[in-house]
C-alpha cells in the first residue's frame, strides 16, 4: 500500500488494467488522456500492448506513427522521436506501441527507464496494459504509481479483476481504485446485471468511477475522436468526471438513473478522504 | 529419512520447501516428488518457494526441479539462495529468486521465552493480514487465520484449522492431512467448497440472507454448519 508516498519528481504515473480482456482498458487510457489535457494538464499516454497496438487507432493517430516504443527501448529512436503530438491538444501524447513485435521486446526496466525520462516534462503518464496477466501485464504495472482496474459489472470480470488485483497487491502497487465500466441501468434495475454496490462489495476496492453503456463509444473510437469530446455522450461525461477526481477535485458520482443506495455508498466513500 | 532431506513450512507467500544442501540432488528432489504425490491433496495448486542454502544449482537441475513440480500442479514461484550460480540459473529459466534464507525471517525473530505453564504452545500457523484475492492460496502445515475475506477463486489449505475474520466466498480444506477433528470459522460462511479431512461440501445454490459467523465440522460422519451461541 501507500505507493504514493514513494518519493516522485514530475509525473504520476497511472497504469490502466483489467483481469479479463475487452473490458475498456483502452478506451479508458484514451477517455482519461483527453480528458486530462483539457483540463490543462501536459499528459502523455503510452500504449503497453505490444504487438496488439490500437490506442493509437482509437486517439486518430495511426497515420501518424514513425517510430515507436520498442524502437525506443532497442535504441533506433530517441523518446521524443516517438511521441506523437495529439491533433487537437498540444500537451497530449502517444507513445504508439510496436505492432509486429512480442511483449519479450519490452522489460518492466525499460518502462521504468522510459517513464522517468518523461516525469520531468508532463503531469501524468498513463500506461494501457494489455489483457493477462504476463509480461505485459509486468511491463504496465512496474513503474506505476497509481492503478486504476477496469472491469465490467459481470461476474466473470469481476473475478478476473480480483485476480488481478491480488497481482497488484503482491507488487506493493495496491491498493488500486475501480472503474466500473458499461454499466447498464435498466439491466441493473431488473436484477439481472451486477450493481456497482455488489462489485464493490466483492472487490472492496474505492470505486473511482462508473461509466455507462454507451453506443456513442465505438462510433466515437471507429472515428478517432474518444467519446470525451462528445458533450451528449454520457459515458464521456463520465470519464471526464473520473479525470477531474484524478486531478484532486471533489466530483460527485452522476446519478445513473435511479439508485439511491448507489448514490449514498459513493458519497460516504468519498467523503472519507 | 524425508525430514532430512528437505522440509516445509507454511508461509504467507506459499510453502517453503526447503532442501538439504549436502544430500545428493537427486535422492533430495526423488524424495519431494514421493511426498507431493503421497499428499496430493494437501498440496494442490500450491505456490512453492524453494530454499536452497549455498548448494550451487545449475540449470539443468533446477529446470528438473521446476518440470517436477509442475507436473504436479504446483508452480515455483521463488527461489532463494545463496549461490550465484543457483541465482543465475534461476534467473535464465524466468524464476524469481532472492538471497537468502532465514536471514530477516529467523535471526531478528524474537524469543517468548519459556512459558513456566502454559494452556498451549505451538508454533506452526500463518496469519494473513488481508484479503485473500482470486488465484491466490494459502498452504500450511498448521493453522490459518486470515483477517480479511476469502474471495471466490481464492483457496486456503491447512493440516489444522481455518479461521476466516471476514467472508468465505473461496475454497477451504482444513484438515488436509487427514485430522478429521477440523474445523472451519468464519463471520459469513458462503464458500465455493468447503473440506475437512476427505469430507467435503459445496455451496448450496442461492444466496442466504442471514449473515452470521459459523463453524463447520465433522460429525457423524458428515460435514456440519452450525452457529455458536
Ligand atoms: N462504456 C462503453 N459503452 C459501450 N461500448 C464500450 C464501452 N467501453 C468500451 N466499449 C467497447 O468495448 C470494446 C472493447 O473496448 P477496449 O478496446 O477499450 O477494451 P480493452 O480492455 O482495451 O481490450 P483489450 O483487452 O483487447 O486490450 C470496444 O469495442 C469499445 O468500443
Ligand atoms: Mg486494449
Known sequence: MGSEEKSRVGAQVITVSSGKGGVGKTTATANLGISLASLGKRVVVIDADIGLRNLDIIMGLENRIVYDLVDVVEGRSKLRQAMIKHKRFDDLFLIPAAQTRDKMSVSPEDMVQVTDDLRQECDYILIDSPAGIERGFRNALEPADEVLIVTNPEVSAVRDADRIIGLIEAAEKGPGKLIINRLKTDLVRKGEMLSSDDVYDILGLDIIGIIPEDELVLSASNSGVPVTLNMNSQAGLAFNNIARRIIGEDVPFMNLHGNPSLLRRFLRLFDGR | ?229
Open chain 2, 1 to 229: 529419512m524425508p525430514e532430512e532431506l528437505f522440509s516445509i513450512k507454511g508461509t504467507n507467500d506459499g510453502l517453503l520447501v526447503s532442501l538439504s544442501t549436502t544430500e545428493k540432488w537427486q535422492s533430495v528432489t526423488d524424495a519431494l516428488a514421493k511426498r507431493i504425490d503421497d499428499k496430493r491433496a494437501f498440496f494442490t495448486g500450491a505456490k512453492i518457494i524453494v530454499e536452497l542454502g549455498a548448494r550451487p544449482v545449475p540449470k539443468y537441475e533446477l529446470s528438473s526441479l521446476k518440470a517436477l513440480l509442475e507436473r504436479r500442479g504446483l508452480s515455483l514461484s521463488l527461489v532463494r539462495s545463496d549461490s550465484d550460480t543457483t541465482r543465475q540459473s534461476a534467473r535464465s529459466l524466468d524464476i524469481r529468486t532472492s538471497r537468502n534464507s532465514g536471514r530477516a525471517a529467523s535471526a531478528r525473530k524474537p524469543s517468548l521465552g519459556k512459558p513456566a505453564d502454559a494452556d498451549a504452545t505451538g508454533s506452526r500457523g500463518v496469519i494473513f493480514r488481508r484479503t485473500l484475492r482470486s488465484g491466490r492460496t494459502i498452504h500450511s502445515e498448521g493453522h490459518v487465520v486470515v483477517f480479511g475475506d476469502v474471495n471466490a477463486g481464492a483457496k486456503v489449505v491447512a493440516a489444522g484449522d481455518i479461521v476466516i475474520w471476514g467472508k468465505l466466498r473461496g475454497t477451504v480444506h482444513a484438515g488436509a492431512l487427514g485430522d478429521e477433528s477440523a474445523v472451519v470459522c468464519a463471520l459469513d460462511m458462503n464458500p465455493n467448497q468447503l473440506r475437512i479431512a476427505s469430507y467435503i461440501v459445496t455451496s448450496p445454490p442461492g444466496k442466504r440472507s442471514d449473515i452470521l459467523p459459523e463453524v463447520a465440522s465433522i460429525r457423524d460422519n458428515q460435514i456440519v454448519v452450525e452457529s455458536r451461541d
